[in-house]
């Protein structure tokens, strides 16, 4: 329990540190580590239901399958949300996400990615983007016995992006084809034998306009609550220094999520 109690301290702790849209989704926090030949799928379902004084319906479900086989690896994100207050809709959100990575070594990676993605409520008909970098990997672990180990990982990258938003004929920012630059930093933190830490932190500038700027941080605290089942509570703002028509800037979200690996 305390190992828990910390671990949610540290999520808001690194969130006043990094206060960090989303170009790029966010893998880390799903990204399978292995160096064994095998086949990986995850699933993760929220459910949030109120009635009586508020009448909400949130509805959260996404997926995992990957494999790795000697130097390769490939997995496939996909992620669905829909929510609805008092019959009037709030959220509708999907995106899917395929990445590879070809291992040159214990240290280095070679990435390439494809990506696409909608949401109505940020005026989002539709994203599509692909490109490839570079990860470095280190780890350490702990031998004192305390069985804390530590890894992270630095990315750069670049991609080729499309948008099209739900905007009116004419409007300079309705459709958009341009490059962008991604960089990020994760770490993850295994602080007890069933309570993992991470962090993640992403920066995605327009190539040759600095100012037009996207970032996105997340960090998560996950419980394994048995082989087969963690619970997941994840907090994750978002940054947009350009946003089309009257989108905010900013975006803040707590979720918490049951995940179900085999």
């Given at each position: 329990m305390r190992t828990i109690i910390a671990g949610c301290l540290t999520i808001v702790c690194l969130h006043g540190l990094f206060p960090v849209a989303e170009a790029q989704v966010n893998i880390e926090n799903r990204?399978?580590?292995?160096?064994?030949n095998a086949i990986h799928a995850t699933v993760d379902i929220g459910l949030t239901?109120?009635?009586g004084n508020s009448e909400v319906s949130n509805y959260k479900a996404?997926?995992?399958?990957?494999?790795?086989q000697?130097?390769?690896?490939a997995f496939l994100l996909g992620k669905?949300?829909?929510?609805?207050t008092r019959d009037e809709k709030y959220l509708n959100h999907g995106q899917g996400h395929l990445r590879y990575n070809y291992y040159l070594s214990e240290f280095l990676a070679l990435e390439g990615f494809t990506q696409v993605e909608y949401d109505?409520?940020?005026?989002?008909?539709?994203?599509?983007?692909?490109?490839?970098?570079?990860r470095w990997m280190a780890s350490t672990a702990d031998t004192s016995g305390q069985r804390i180990s530590l890894n992270g990982a630095w990315g750069i990258a670049v991609f080729y992006e499309q948008e099209r938003?739900?905007?009116?004929?004419?409007?300079?920012?309705?459709?958009t084809d341009i490059v962008r630059l991604s960089s990020y930093l994760t770490g993850g933190l295994q602080v007890s034998d069933n309570a993992r830490l991470a962090l993640t932190v992403y920066g995605q500038p327009r190539a040759g306009d600095w100012a037009d700027v996207r970032s996105i941080g997340e960090s998560a605290l996950e419980v394994e609550l048995s082989r087969l089942l963690s619970l997941l509570v994840?907090?994750?703002?978002?940054?947009d220094s350009e946003p089309v028509g009257e989108v905010e800037e900013w975006d803040l979200s707590l979720e918490n999520t049951l995940r179900f690996r085999w």
């Open positions: 990204r399978w580590h292995t160096d064994e239901l109120k009635r996404s997926g995992t399958v990957g494999k790795r000697g130097a390769h690896l669905i949300e829909y929510g609805t109505e409520f940020r005026l989002l008909n539709l994203r599509a983007l692909g490109g490839g970098g570079v938003y739900d905007l009116p004929e004419g409007h300079p920012g309705r459709e994840k907090l994750t703002s978002r940054y």
